[in-house]
């Protein structure tokens, strides 16, 4: 029982239309959930002579505990935080009080130490490689700025694997400068 060509192309063609098709993206892959994070911020103006604890000004002892609080309750998996400063306890935070289940990749400025770190779920995912780059008009080698710039910035970045799948994606965080000339 030999098949014409014609009934081929009309068995191919229903099959074809027998597919579904969806305007939805096609989920490939591990699905991870990412979030950046200013350490910084600052909540003064609804501070009182009776709850000092409003002071926020990037406090590790207030925000680091709402960062851990975040990073549970939305179950991150890789995070960029930026204003990471040296010259204060977050450092300290990050050595002592991060969640266990996080590591971190640092990465520091040299004119006000600044840091942007990437966090990340040890027990998920691995460094497979990491480094920075310094963000300014010449290739990226030694520590300068922009012309335009206040300050230096950098990008700290990262390629992971996830543990499970064996996929890999890269993820970078950086804190862009805000200073314009008015």
């Known amino acids: 029982d030999?098949?014409?060509s014609a009934e081929t192309d009309v068995k191919n063609t229903?099959?074809?239309n027998n597919e579904v098709t969806t305007d939805q993206p096609v989920e490939n892959g591990t699905v991870i959930n990412a979030m950046s994070f200013?350490?910084?911020?600052?909540?003064e103006s609804k501070s009182t002579a009776n709850?000092?604890?409003?002071?926020?000004?990037?406090?590790?002892?207030?925000?680091?505990?709402r960062l851990n609080e975040l990073l549970?309750?939305?179950e991150i998996d890789v995070a960029g935080l930026q204003e990471v400063s040296a010259r204060t306890d977050w450092v300290k935070f990050m050595q002592n009080s991060l969640d266990n289940k996080y590591s971190y990749i640092?990465?520091?400025?040299t004119?006000?130490?600044?840091?942007?770190?990437?966090?990340?779920?040890?027990?998920?995912?691995?460094v497979v490689e990491n480094g920075m780059f310094w963000l300014y008009d010449n290739a990226p080698t030694r520590p300068l700025k922009f012309s335009e710039s206040e300050f230096q910035r950098i990008c700290n970045w990262a390629i992971f694997k996830i543990k499970e799948t064996g996929e890999h994606f890269v993820f970078m965080d950086t804190h862009l400068d805000t200073?314009?000339?008015g």
């Open 111 to 126: 004119d006000i130490e600044s840091g942007v770190y990437i966090i990340y779920r040890s027990d998920k995912i691995e």
């Open 106 to 109: 640092s990465a520091h400025t």
């Open 179 to 181: 200073y314009t000339e």
């Open 14 to 16: 229903e099959a074809q």
């Open 38 to 43: 200013n350490v910084w911020g600052s909540n």
């Open 51 to 65: 709850d000092p604890t409003k002071i926020v000004r990037g406090n590790p002892l207030i925000r680091g505990a």
């Open 72 to 74: 549970n309750g939305e």
């Open 2 to 4: 030999k098949e014409t």
